[in-house]
C-alpha cells in the first residue's frame, strides 16, 4: 500500500511499528523541510530521548566508514538495533548524498540495522538541519546506537561534538592527523581517539602524538566534564581488528557521562542547540526575502542611502532589524 496520502500520524505510528518504508517516508519529508515536518517532530519528541547517539568525524581518507560498518556488523552480532546516518557532501548537480557510504556499509550491516545517508545540503559545518530531527525519528523508532559518521571537513568535526553524546575522532599515520586535531581544537571536543591503520609506519606515533598533545592542553589529560582521560584506541578497519576494543570504550564514556550527570545535560543542551539553530534558520530567510525586497516598505530606500554613502551600514542593519519581525 502506498504510503502517499496517509497522514504523518499514521504513518509514524506504521515506522515505529517497525515498518522501514514508513520511516524512511517520514526521514524523507523531514530532509525536504516538508509541511508535515513539524508535525512529524513533535510527534518523535515524545518518543525519543533514549538512544545512545554516536558521532564518529575525522578527516577524508581515515577509514570512518569502514570503522563504522565494523562496528555495526559487531552491534549486529551483539543483538543491538542500530541505524547509521552517514552525512556526505552534497551533489552539485541533485543535491543529493554522493559518498556511497550506505553501499558499502550494508555489505557488512545485519538486516535490522537502519543506514540512511543524507546530504548536506550546503549547511555551514557539513551538518544538515535535518539532522537532529531524523536522529529523533531513529531513536522513537526503537534505533539505539544511533551513529552518525560525517563529511570530516571544515567545522563538521565541531559540530558533530554537540550532536552526540560521544564523539569519536578518526586519525591515521601519514596525514599529520593528530596536529590538525590539536588545531581544531578536537582535544576538547572528542571523548575518544581511534589510530586507524594501526598495521602502517607511524602509527604509535600518532599515538604518542596526541597523548603528549592531551597532557600539554589545558585539559590536562583529563576531560573536565566526565573525570576520564579521552581514551585513545588502535585499530585496522579493514580486517576489524580494535573494533570491539572501540565499542568498549564507547560504551565506557556512556556509563561515565550517564553516572555524573553530563549524559542529561547534553541531551538539553543539544535541544536548545536545536531550538536556536531553527531560530536563526528562521531569521535568515526573513532576512533574505526583506533584501528581496518582498512585504517590507522602506528597505530599498535604506539600502540606496548606504550605497550612496549617506548611512553607514551598521545603522541600516539596525534599522532593518526592527523591520525583520513584520514578515
Known amino acids: 500500500m502506498s504510503l502517499r496520502g496517509l497522514p504523518p500520524s499514521e504513518i509514524f505510528e506504521r515506522a515505529i511499528g517497525g515498518e522501514r518504508r514508513a520511516l524512511g517516508r517520514l526521514i524523507t519529508l523531514v530532509e525536504r523541510d516538508a509541511s508535515e515536518a513539524e508535525e512529524i517532530a513533535e510527534l518523535a519528541h515524545v518518543k525519543a530521548g533514549n538512544a545512545h547517539v554516536i558521532g564518529i568525524t575525522g578527516p577524508p581518507g581515515s577509514g570512518k566508514s569502514t570503522l563504522t560498518g565494523q562496528i555495526v556488523k559487531l552491534l549486529g552480532e551483539l543483538g543491538k538495533r542500530a541505524a547509521v546516518l552517514a552525512v556526505d557532501p552534497s551533489s552539485p548537480l541533485t543535491g ?4 556511497g557510504d550506505r ?4 555489505d557488512v550491516a545485519s538486516p535490522e540495522t537502519f543506514i540512511r545517508s543524507m546530504a548536506t545540503r550546503g549547511h555551514q559545518g557539513g551538518l544538515s538541519l535535518a539532522v537532529p530531527g531524523v536522529v529523533r525519528l531513529l531513536d522513537a523508532a526503537g534505533y539505539d546506537p544511533v551513529l552518525i559518521e560525517t563529511v ?4 563538521v568535526e565541531v559540530d558533530i561534538a554537540g ?3 560521544t564523539t569519536v575522532v578518526v586519525a591515521t599515520p601519514g596525514m599529520g592527523d593528530a596536529v590538525q586535531a590539536n588545531k581544531a581544537g578536537l582535544l576538547e571536543l572528542a571523548d575518544l581517539f581511534v589510530v586507524n591503520k594501526a598495521d602502517r609506519p607511524g602509527a604509535n606515533d600518532v599515538r604518542r602524538d596526541l597523548d603528549l598533545m592531551l597532557d600539554l592542553s589545558h585539559v590536562s589529560g583529563q576531560d573536565q566534564r566526565t573525570g576520564m582521560r579521552p581514551e585513545i584506541i588502535m585499530t585496522t578497519a ?6 570491539p576494543e572501540t565499542w568498549s570504550a564507547i560504551e565506557r564514556h556512556r556509563d561515565a557521562i550517564a553516572e555524573n550527570g553530563q549524559l542529561d545535560q547534553r541531551r538539553a543542551n543539544r535541544d536548545l542547540d536545536e531550538v536556536r539553530n531553527r531560530l536563526l534558520a528562521d531569521v535568515e530567510r526573513r532576512i533574505d526575502r526583506m533584501l528581496a525586497g518582498e512585504s517590507v516598505g522602506g528597505v530599498s530606500d535604506v539600502l540606496d542611502r548606504v550605497t550612496r554613502r549617506s548611512l553607514a551600514p551598521a545603522t541600516a542593519a539596525r534599522e532593518l532589524a526592527l523591520k525583520v519581525s513584520e514578515i
Open 96 to 99: 543529493g548524498a554522493i559518498l
Open 103 to 106: 553501499v558499502r556499509m550494508e
Open 152 to 155: 570530516g571537513v571544515g567545522q
Open 163 to 165: 550532536t552526540a553524546d
Open 238 to 243: 579493514l580486517s576489524g581488528e580494535g573494533a
